[in-house]
């Protein structure tokens, strides 16, 4: 598999990136219990480009993806999704950005059991009274290899269909990002590598802004870098990763 940025890729590097932090705190606790899940830390996210987030247990880095999905909000510094400033939002305004903005993959696949793949897909769509565009969802349902499936309920699928299904959803309301808390994290490898060739092919075909949080390297070497995190800091990236460097610089940070 090929990891290069692809020409689409390269040319949404430029501009205004797909998100950003800048200065990121966030503070559990006070005076002896005070806990820094995130110590300072500024980063941009190109619009095109696929990147993963690794670092050990309590490192910070599901915090800074709930920060920047506007799902967590900091205690000090600035997030941004395009030109749009999250800190300070209203819930109201930010609720809706959640829904037109930003695409969510998790590990749990979070469906609603009693409604059917279809259903699931174009629920957030129905929620903001939006109306599906019929060729992209037909488009996204095709490479998705779910056409034989929409009229199954979660129960009736394998953990790697309800994730693409997952995948779907996401995709079909076109974010400005989408964002993967563990999205292989309940697969087995097959259904794993299935997830990440689908999350890793919307970025290369159709230039989507993909950022995961992964403990797998075999995952971040999907991406087209890797942030390392620890103790709330930005330690490390690589571009291009491969699962042995990957490796290595996990086992660095781990001797920090």
């Known amino acids: 598999m090929s990891h290069s940025l692809s020409e689409k890729t ?42 993963a987030i690794m670092g050990p247990s309590g490192s910070g880095k599901s915090t800074l993806m709930h920060c920047l999905a506007g799902l967590d909000r900091p205690s000090a510094g600035s997030v941004r999704i395009g030109e749009t400033e999250l800190t300070g939002m209203k819930d109201k305004k930010l609720t809706e950005i959640r829904r037109d903005e930003i695409g969510f993959v998790f590990q749990s696949f979070n469906l609603v059991p009693t409604l059917t793949a279809r259903e699931n897909i174009t629920l957030p769509a129905g929620i903001a009274g939006r109306k599906v565009d019929q060729q992209w969802f037909d488009q996204v349902i095709d490479r998705l290899g779910l056409a034989g499936r929409l009229d199954h309920r979660p129960a009736e699928m394998s953990g790697g269909q ?19 808390d563990e999205p292989t994290g309940n697969l087995d490898s ?4 299935e997830v990440l060739s689908i999350l890793r092919s919307a970025v290369d075909d159709y230039s989507q802004t993909v950022v995961i949080v992964t403990h797998d390297p075999r995952a971040a070497s999907y991406a087209d870098r890797v942030l390392f995190l620890a103790d ?22 781990e001797e920090i």
């Open 232 to 253: 709330g800091k930005l330690r490390h990236e690589l571009a291009s990763p491969t699962s042995d460097a990957i490796l290595d610089a996990m086992r660095a940070l």
């Open 162 to 180: 309800q994730q693409r299904v997952a995948c779907a959803r996401a995709l079909v309301g076109r974010p400005r990002i989408l964002f993967g």
């Open 10 to 51: 390269q040319a949404g590097a430029g501009g205004t990136p797909a998100a950003s932090a800048r200065e990121l705190y966030k503070v559990y606790g006070t005076g002896d219990t005070e806990v820094r899940a995130l110590d300072g830390i500024s980063v941009d996210f190109s619009s095109g480009q696929f990147t």
């Open 190 to 193: 097959n259904s794993s590598a």
